[in-house]
């Protein structure tokens, strides 16, 4: 069966997602901006209501490209922080040099995080960590994070060496359109990278998804999961739609 996940840019739009029959959503602030860090409440919020939603939490300090300065990437590790604490079940993070290269220092920094959070876990699962009562280190019960690398891949110039760089660096998916301004205007790009991450990384198709084209989306690239906002605008503002998830996960799943 195909995943769904679903963009959401306010808590509004989160109960559209879950009425549509979303199980997966990627949460972030001001999708008019492409989208942004969002506050922790609506992390947090998000958990409390639906208890078994999959949270996954955008972490980009600002609007604009995904070159990052030094006092930037202490914001966003302390975002990191920040959203594991309140409850994140992924992260999803991207950071590139000036030339259009993956920023490998940077993501390292930002991967540790998770990675550090997710060994803690472990501990606690497996009962050999004796602090598991602290809870600004331990939010909640024990589970993996997971790491998305974001669309930032659509800029990079040499994206199949991107993806190998991302591989090592851990990360369990790449939100990608396949460096075109849709999914479905990158098939072609979405499937050699499906094709060479050879089962090592997910490739999330992203940008455009409809429910018209969806299936053909992930029947052409052989991708098992999807990205997309489902959304319309309203006074304004960028608001997921529950009929057009319903509509998605109807053409996916049947």
Same mark, same amino acid.
């Given at each position: 069966?195909?995943?769904?996940?679903?963009c959401?840019?306010n +808590?509004?739009?989160? $109960? !559209?997602?879950?009425?549509?029959?979303?199980?997966r959503? *990627?949460?972030? @602030? =001001?999708?008019?901006?492409?989208?942004?860090?969002?506050?922790?409440?609506?992390?947090?919020d998000?958990?409390?209501?639906?208890?078994?939603?999959?949270v996954?939490?955008?972490?980009?300090?600002?609007?604009?490209?995904?070159?990052?300065? +030094?006092?930037e990437? $202490? !914001?966003?590790?302390?975002?990191?922080?920040?959203?594991? *604490?309140?409850? @994140? =079940?992924?992260i999803?993070?991207?950071?590139?040099?000036?030339?259009?290269?993956?920023?490998?220092?940077?993501?390292?920094?930002l991967?540790?995080?998770?990675?550090?959070y997710?060994?803690?876990?472990?501990?606690?699962?497996?009962?050999?960590?004796?602090?598991?009562?602290d809870?600004?280190?331990?939010?909640?019960?024990?589970?993996r994070?997971?790491?998305t690398?974001?669309?930032?891949?659509?800029?990079?110039?040499?994206?199949?060496?991107?993806?190998?760089?991302?591989?090592?660096?851990?990360?369990?998916?790449?939100?990608?359109?396949?460096?075109?301004?849709?999914?479905?205007?990158?098939?072609?790009?979405?499937?050699?990278?499906?094709?060479r991450?050879?089962?090592?990384?997910?490739?999330?198709?992203?940008?455009?998804?409809?429910?018209?084209?969806?299936?053909?989306?992930?029947?052409?690239?052989?991708?098992?999961?999807?990205h997309?906002?489902a959304?319309?605008?309203r006074?304004?503002?960028?608001?997921?739609?529950?009929?057009?998830?319903?509509?998605?996960l109807?053409?996916?799943?049947?």
């Amino acid at each position: 069966m195909a995943l769904l996940e679903v963009c959401c840019g306010n +808590p509004e739009s989160v $109960d !559209a997602a879950v009425l549509g029959g979303a199980r997966r959503i *990627e949460l972030c @602030a =001001d999708l008019e901006a492409d989208g942004l860090t969002p506050p922790t409440a609506w992390i947090r919020d998000a958990k409390s209501r639906y208890p078994s939603l999959t949270v996954h939490v955008l972490i980009r300090p600002r609007a604009g490209d995904f070159v990052y300065s +030094p006092a930037e990437a $202490d !914001a966003m590790a302390a975002q990191v922080e920040e959203a594991l *604490e309140a409850g @994140a =079940d992924g992260i999803v993070i991207g950071a590139l040099t000036p030339e259009g290269d993956v920023d490998v220092p940077l993501m390292e920094r930002l991967v540790s995080l998770v990675e550090s959070y997710n060994l803690a876990a472990e501990l606690v699962q497996s009962d050999l960590c004796h602090a598991a009562n602290d809870s600004h280190f331990f939010p909640g019960p024990s589970r993996r994070v997971s790491m998305t690398f974001h669309r930032a891949f659509d800029r990079c110039r040499r994206p199949f060496e991107a993806l190998e760089q991302i591989i090592a660096l851990g990360c369990d998916r790449i939100l990608t359109s396949g460096h075109a301004a849709t999914a479905e205007a990158g098939v072609a790009t979405l499937r050699e990278l499906q094709r060479r991450a050879d089962g090592r990384i997910g490739i999330l198709p992203g940008s455009g998804v409809t429910p018209d084209n969806a299936a053909r989306i992930l029947a052409t690239t052989g991708c098992t999961e999807i990205h997309a906002s489902a959304s319309v605008t309203r006074g304004g503002k960028k608001v997921t739609d529950a009929d057009l998830v319903a509509g998605i996960l109807s053409a996916i799943n049947g």
